[in-house]
T-cell receptor, first 115, second 116 residues
């Protein structure tokens, strides 16, 4: 079975531009989360979506937004890119949102470099 | 607010030696605890998790971790390290969000180097 898939794997953007990152969860998983991992740090929670609704938001500015589609895939959008947005963006999926024992599986991430 | 501390940024061990990676957490209720491993340029792979019950949990690749509530710790161990274990290891705690979601709070990671 396919794991969590993300695209693109690498991209370079210029300050002020906008970027869209995509994620397909494991088949049957209805919950998708996004994390930002800056070099040398642990991943930081950005958003969680379940059944197409936002269920949680981390401490990130409004330039960050996301959505989940009827097929449970998700997009993360970042507007007005700053140099500090350069990071590995990880998508994670799990079966559902209300059972804390659901294992969270991560994709390999999208490397974003802002120049 | 919940937090996770991994006091060792880098650890170097010889192949075949034992390994212990430290993790301390701060959380008001019963925590759900995890260890993930990240190889260079890769995503995160779950090694093991603790929800309740036996405080010694077994994971993949020969890893185990012990939950000690009195010390707020969840240290990762392996009796004999292999060169392929060189990677970055993250401890995480997972509370339930008020909106019904589920997020993980990660430590800053421990980079493991294995000497041959």
């Amino acid at each position: 079975d396919a794991g969590v898939t993300q695209s693109p794997t690498h991209l370079i953007k210029t300050r002020g531009q906008q970027v869209t990152l995509r994620c397909s969860p494991i088949s049957g998983h209805k919950s998708v989360s996004w994390y930002q991992q800056v070099l040398g740090q642990g991943p930081q929670f950005i958003f969680q979506y379940y059944e197409k609704e936002e269920r949680g938001r981390g401490n990130f500015p409004d330039r960050f937004s996301a959505r989940q589609f009827p097929n449970y895939s998700s997009e993360l959008n970042v507007n007005a890119l700053l140099l500090g947005d350069s990071a590995l963006y990880l998508c994670a999926s799990s079966l559902g949102s209300r059972d804390p024992q659901n294992t969270i599986y991560f994709g390999e991430g999208s490397w974003l470099t802002v120049v | 607010a919940q937090s996770v501390t991994q006091p060792d940024i880098h650890i170097t061990v010889s192949e075949g030696a034992s390994l212990e990676l430290r993790c301390n957490y701060s959380y008001g209720a019963t925590p759900y605890l995890f260890w993930y491993v990240q190889s260079p340029g890769q995503g995160l792979q779950l090694l093991l998790k603790y929800f309740s019950g036996d405080t010694l949990v077994q994971g993949i690749k020969g890893f185990e971790a012990e939950f000690k509530r009195s010390q707020s710790s969840f240290n990762l161990r392996k009796p004999s390290v292999h060169w392929s274990d060189a990677a970055e290891y993250f401890c995480a705690v997972g509370p339930i969000l008020t909106g019904g979601g589920n997020k993980l709070t990660f430590g800053t990671g421990t980079q493991l180097k294995v000497e041959l």
